[in-house]
């Protein structure tokens, strides 16, 4: 499976983006030339009146009505929920992935990740249990999601040593004001062991598309939230240097976020939300966008040092 080199996420399907919008934003993608749609069995469960899986069923439904399955990668996860132990039990996923491919009405997903660590359970247990649906059929590869380190290299030392199906992706929280979680040990072991690396949240929820630049901002946005913890200097001031190359390459601080992304080591393509075929023009345009070695070089000093953000939601 080759991933492309920009992925669609599906977090907002069924949330800010209702089924009309989200197809709209589907058809635009593929039109554009994209393949990959991202999704999870968890979204989108926060919305008051959704219990999760909503974005999966929007997906499904698509897919049924354009006839767009052979023409498209489908990567969805397992074990956000429930919260607590046996998230990635072997009869967990067992059932859940049952329910993705019914909501996503399809027989095989391309990519399925754990999507995040479940420390109760053990490794052996959960790979088994991936590996059994790869030999079956209904995935055809699958991914880690929020992993640390050491659990991500424990899990590449057991796939080995019991000739089990192997995590070949990594979906980390990673971004421009976001870099602590995913540098050094993580990265370093992604570019030894050949695991490509789709970070959700590459644009800090919308922050770095340069929309939110003071409180009133954010008022009524569905992100307000997950973008506030950005609107201080630290925040303020790379939107400025964003700002700043965006007029140099003729772009919008959104390209050059995502820009600046895919050039780092590791990274594959990430993994970016619209609500509309307005944004999905943007972004589809920033994949074919390259900064200068000096550009690069500038986003990393003003990026550097930045506060820990935990994962959410990715």
């Given at each position: 499976?080759?991933?492309?080199?920009?992925?669609?996420?599906?977090?907002?399907?069924?949330?800010?983006?209702?089924?009309?919008?989200?197809?709209?934003?589907?058809?635009?993608?593929?039109?554009?030339?994209?393949?990959?749609?991202?999704?999870?069995?968890?979204?989108?469960?926060?919305?008051?009146?959704?219990?999760?899986?909503?974005?999966?069923?929007?997906?499904?439904?698509?897919?049924?009505?354009?006839?767009?399955?052979?023409?498209?990668?489908?990567?969805?996860?397992?074990?956000?929920?429930?919260?607590?132990?046996?998230?990635?039990?072997?009869?967990?996923?067992?059932?859940?992935?049952?329910?993705?491919?019914?909501?996503?009405?399809?027989?095989?997903?391309?990519?399925?990740?754990?999507?995040?660590?479940?420390?109760?359970?053990?490794?052996?247990?959960?790979?088994?249990?991936?590996?059994?649906?790869?030999?079956?059929?209904?995935?055809?590869?699958?991914?880690?999601?929020?992993?640390?380190?050491?659990?991500?290299?424990?899990?590449?030392?057991?796939?080995?040593?019991?000739?089990?199906?192997?995590?070949?992706?990594?979906?980390?929280?990673?971004?421009?004001l976001v870099r602590e979680l995913f540098e050094g040990s993580v990265q370093e072991l992604c570019l030894a062991q050949g695991i490509a690396v789709v970070p959700y949240?590459?644009?800090?929820?919308?922050?770095?598309?340069?929309?939110?630049?003071?409180?009133?901002?954010?008022?009524?946005?569905?992100?307000?939230?997950?973008?506030?913890?950005?609107?201080?200097?630290?925040?303020?001031?790379?939107?400025?240097?964003?700002?700043?190359?965006?007029?140099?390459?003729?772009?919008?601080?959104?390209?050059?976020?995502?820009?600046?992304?895919?050039?780092?080591?590791?990274?594959?393509?990430?993994?970016?939300?619209?609500?509309?075929?307005?944004?999905?023009?943007?972004?589809?345009?920033?994949?074919?966008?390259?900064?200068?070695?000096?550009?690069?070089?500038?986003?990393?000093?003003?990026?550097?040092?930045?506060?820990?953000?935990?994962?959410?939601?990715?």
């Open positions: 499976m080759t991933t492309p080199p920009l992925i669609l996420g599906g977090n907002v399907f069924g949330w800010s983006a209702d089924r009309a919008a989200s197809f709209g934003v589907l058809d635009a993608f593929v039109a554009g030339g994209g393949r990959m749609i991202d999704t999870a069995d968890v979204y989108s469960a926060w919305v008051p009146g959704n219990v999760g899986g909503e974005s999966e069923t929007i997906i499904g439904e698509w897919l049924v009505n354009r006839g767009r399955r052979d023409d498209v990668l489908i990567a969805t996860k397992v074990g956000m929920k429930p919260d607590g132990p046996g998230a990635l039990s072997a009869d967990r996923i067992a059932t859940c992935v049952e329910a993705s491919l019914k909501r996503l009405r399809t027989d095989y997903i391309d990519l399925y990740y754990a999507h995040r660590d479940d420390a109760e359970t053990p490794l052996e247990v959960t790979l088994g249990a991936f590996d059994r649906l790869v030999r079956a059929g209904k995935v055809r590869a699958i991914g880690a999601s929020n992993y640390d380190a050491a659990r991500l290299a424990r899990a590449e030392e057991v796939s080995s040593e019991q000739g089990l199906a192997r995590y070949t992706v990594l979906q980390p929280h990673y971004n421009l949240f590459p644009l800090a929820s919308g922050f770095l598309t340069g929309k939110y630049r003071k409180p009133a901002d954010l008022e009524g946005r569905a992100r307000r939230v997950a973008a506030e913890k950005y609107l201080n200097e630290f925040g303020l001031r790379v939107l400025a240097v964003l700002d700043k190359i965006a007029i140099e390459s003729n772009a919008a601080p959104a390209q050059i976020a995502l820009a600046w992304l895919s050039a780092q080591p590791a990274v594959t393509a990430p993994i970016a939300s619209a609500t509309s075929v307005a944004q999905i023009e943007e972004l589809l345009a920033a994949m074919r966008l390259k900064l200068t070695a000096e550009q690069l070089a500038t986003l990393n000093a003003v990026s550097a040092k930045t506060p820990g953000v935990p994962p959410r939601n990715g």
